[in-house]
């Protein structure tokens, strides 16, 4: 049913700018016709193949030259797969076969596709080649691929997805993007970012939106709106800064020296998060005891005032360390990582801790380690024994797997403090893939279960007399580090970019109005009602 | 015209993905050599097709086999060290 003057279609936004423009829907191409064997002879089947390959190539080459910079890149890079020998040798034996060009190339990049697919780093490639060998076979058919937008006027765009030979065809006009799939990490989102323009991606219902209609794009409301009142649009808040401090520290998270150094220029309080894989993804061989201290004595000694956190290795099978050995499983985010690899490399995260202390004694910085994917108070506890055993450090653990957030009460004089990585407890809560574009809407931080379960986890700690952080991604949203500070949260870490914003959002407000606001968001059953409601409680205060 | 072999190690953490694939792809043609790149012990493939390469599925971390068709032990080994650069990560 097409939506109504008023109707508001929520999706998920990407970046602050709003547009409201005339919807031009993209439908997708004239169906391909079925693949049929040849009629006519090979050699002219080949010669069509390779002409249509050309002219795919060349118009690759117009893309990239019209986009630029980045973009540019991919488009290099998909015309390389276009052009490869072995795909024209394996569909030109399609073609001896007996097959059609169009036919020949189809199957040949299936059987490539066949080839590359189940690996998560090739998955987009995949999808971009499956493109390819569809505008191939239009090519072939006589269809025409291309999207006629005008170049002027104010267009707002509304499709299943783009691929970046569609969104390099964006003209000048195109003031807004809405698709009905796709999460905000999808190519169109991304484009989107770069080149500001409003949109807002996974949002199902605008497939009821017809040429024509004039729509508001409102990504910071995560909606879009059947109105042409730019006036609707909701406003990213500015806080006003009211304490000298905020609420809770803001620690930052680093991965690396020039990480520590650019957090030092920041008004970050210490380090929240410091990620150790980076040392060691790319040694071929174990780092010695010597090297991993000196790494770690200078990464502490130019961190920011305050204390560190240190997390042991994180790595699992589809992050491996070389050394480490890791055979490959069938679902790597629930296999064998982080603390688990204590069961075959006890002595590597031996090693690890011995180094942080030596590396704390040296900086004379106040170091505290934790352990990842802890899952039960049993393993909180062999960890904090071997911690304890090894160094003078405050001792912790992330809290990351729903089995850990159930019983953080439990953790009472195990632990000093627990830090959850919001995104991996999202991931396991709601059995959500990260690495899955289409489930986007589930691992949105505002989801009312996330939060619940934030907020028992803060008052299982406190109960449990230990202290309590947050360094997943939801910590670096301003208005989301509110919430948390009045669930009783007690320090945020957040990516080096953001600590001025959340810096600024936690000093903007007492810790009642926290409360009261945090409390209001609880009594939300949407994602998106719970982002809307906080946004208005901070925006009345 | 004999086969000269040299070992790489793929030290980029997302494994042999599609750049690198495609510099070696891009190296090879301007050679004008046969060169085949594979696991130690098991089939190679013939290193013009990056499609041929990232199929291999070589992960980070992982050794591999360069084999070069010519007598020219200088040349070779510097192919070989320039395949070795574009594996290196970022």
């Not at chain 1, 002409?51 to 080459?61: C, P, R």
């Not at chain 1, 484009?191 to 219902?205: F, G, L, N």
Request: proline content about 4%; charged content about 20%.
């Amino acid at each position: 049913m097409a939506p109504v003057p008023g109707a508001i279609l929520n999706g998920l936004g990407v970046g602050l700018v709003s547009a409201v423009g005339d919807v031009l829907v993209i439908k997708q191409s004239q169906p391909l016709p079925e693949w049929k064997k040849s009629t006519k002879t090979k050699e002219e089947e080949l010669a069509d193949l390779k002409s249509a390959i050309e002219f795919v190539s060349s118009h690759l080459d117009e893309l990239g030259i019209k986009a630029g910079g980045t973009s540019a890149e991919i488009f290099d890079a998909l015309k390389m797969l276009l052009e490869d020998d072995e795909l024209f040798e394996v569909a030109s034996a399609h073609i001896e076969d007996g097959w059609s060009a169009a036919a020949a190339i189809g199957k040949a990049v299936d059987e490539f596709s066949e080839l590359l697919g189940g690996d998560p780093t090739f998955d987009e490639r995949v999808a971009d080649f499956q493109d390819l060998s569809k505008r191939v076979q239009a090519r072939l058919a006589g269809i025409e691929t291309a999207l006629s937008i005008p170049e002027k006027g104010r267009i707002v765009l509304v499709g299943e997805d783009f691929s970046p030979a569609d969104t390099a065809q964006f003209t000048d006009a195109v003031v807004g993007v809405i698709t009905l799939k796709g999460g905000p990490t999808s190519h169109t989102a991304i484009i989107c970012r770069s080149k500001s323009i409003a949109a807002v991606v996974s949002c199902p219902d605008a497939a009821g939106l017809e040429t024509g209609e004039r729509v508001l794009v409102d990504p910071v409301g995560d909606r879009v709106l059947v109105s042409d009142d730019e006036s609707l649009a909701t406003k990213a808040i500015a806080f006003v800064v009211i304490n000298a401090e905020p609420l809770i520290p803001v620690r930052a998270n680093i991965g690396s020296l020039e990480d520590a150094k650019a957090a030092h220029e920041t008004r970050a309080n210490g380090v929240g998060l410091f990620r150790t894989e980076l040392l060691y993804l790319s040694a071929k061989t174990e780092p010695s005891l010597e090297q991993q201290v000196a790494s770690y004595t200078e990464i502490l000694k130019a961190s920011p005032e305050g204390p560190i956190v240190v997390r042991t290795i994180d790595a699992g099978s589809d992050k491996p360390v070389p050394f480490l050995n890791m055979p490959e499983e069938e679902n790597p985010s629930l296999g064998v990582r982080g603390y688990r690899l204590i069961a075959e490399h006890r002595s590597f995260i031996e090693g690890q801790l011995k180094a942080l202390e030596q590396a704390r004694l040296a900086s004379g910085r106040e170091v505290w380690v934790m352990a990842p994917m802890i899952a039960t108070a049993e393993e909180a506890k062999a960890f904090a024994d071997l911690a304890r055993s090894i160094g003078s450090y405050k001792v912790g653990i992330m809290v990351e797997t729903p089995s850990i957030a159930l019983i953080v009460e439990q953790l009472k004089g195990v632990l000093d403090f627990i830090s959850v990585g919001t995104n991996d407890l999202s991931q396991y809560l709601f059995a959500a893939d990260r690495m899955n574009p289409s489930l986007g809407a589930l691992l949105n931080h505002w989801q009312p279960a996330l939060i619940k379960s934030l907020a028992s986890i803060a008052s299982g700690a406190k109960a449990a007399g230990i202290s309590s952080g947050v360094c997943g991604e939801s910590a670096s949203d301003p208005a989301f580090a509110v919430v948390l500070a009045g669930l009783g949260i007690e320090s945020v870490s957040v990516s080096r970019s953001q600590v001025t914003a959340v810096h600024n959002a936690l000093s903007s407000l007492s810790l009642a109005d926290a409360k009261q606001i945090a409390k209001a968001v609880l009594n939300e059953t949407t994602a998106e009602a719970a982002k809307a409601t906080a946004l208005r409680e901070i925006a009345n205060r | 015209m004999s086969s000269i072999q040299g070992q790489v190690q793929v030290l980029d953490p997302i494994g042999l993905h599609a750049r690198p694939a495609s510099q070696i792809v891009k190296l090879v043609k301007e050679s004008g050599l046969e060169i085949t790149i594979g696991r130690p012990g098991q089939e190679f493939a013939k290193a013009n097709s990056a499609l041929r390469l990232m199929a291999l599925k070589i992960s980070s971390g992982e050794a591999l086999t360069v084999e070069v068709e010519t007598d020219d032990q200088a040349l070779a080994e510097g192919i070989i060290a320039q395949i070795q650069e574009f594996l290196k990560a970022d």
